[in-house]
């Protein structure tokens, strides 16, 4: 029997209070800049059990301006941007080196909030990004090894070849390079934090860079939801 989506659909509810607990948010005492209230975001996220909190949506464009997006996971937030990382050959490394600018959205239902960052981004020196995949599993550097990422794949037999060609040499040799891998770093322009309310008086604050003043000008705006 068919499934009826929209029926499915309906049947859903949003923040069901058996698994959800929406907190207050009061932006009047929010930091002055908003990578502090993130770290204090994720935080309360892995705290409250919220599954891959590390996860996020990656937004990026073509030389188009079409739009395309996936999920892949944070690797950093720091003073110098949200890092995250791919091939420089696959369809969101082509995207970036033609048109350096992306948006990120992280999203924590069990607190019912969303994060939104957008801004320009850039590949951090070669060596960064090498230190950074061999910080990782060995699985990690096994998936990087397999390369080819976003290219047409003959068979699932091909894939199959090849990954165990690439754990062989990831368990090998731990430092194995893989020169198309990048560390990239999205530095915020605008940053918006936004907590959801039961009665749908969700509230919106969000940050915008106001010149450098050593990193640290930015101003704050509530918005409507």
Known sequence: M????????????????QVTDLPSFEPATAPAAPLTLFAEWFAAAVAAGQPEPHTMSLA???????PDVRIVMLHGADAEGW???????SRKGRHLAGRPYAALG????????????????????????????????????????????SEVLPS??????????????????????????????????EVEFFQGDERRRHVRLRYRREGERDGQGWSRELLWP
């Open 2 to 17: 068919a499934t009826d989506l929209h029926e499915l659909l309906r049947s859903l509810r949003v923040w069901d209070p």
């Open 106 to 149: 992280f999203y924590w239902p069990v607190l019912g909030r969303q994060v939104r960052v957008r801004g320009p981004v850039a590949a951090a020196p070669s060596g960064e990004s090498q230190g950074d995949l061999h910080a990782r599993s060995t699985g990690a550097l096994a998936a990087a090894l397999t390369g080819r990422q």
């Open 60 to 66: 990026t464009s073509d030389a188009s301006g079409l």
């Open 156 to 189: 699932l037999d091909d894939l199959a070849r090849a990954s165990e060609s690439a754990w062989e040499r990831a368990s090998r040799e731990p430092e194995a390079p893989v020169p198309s891998w990048t560390l990239y770093r999205l530095r915020a322009e």
């Open 83 to 89: 890092s995250f990382a791919s091939h420089a050959g």
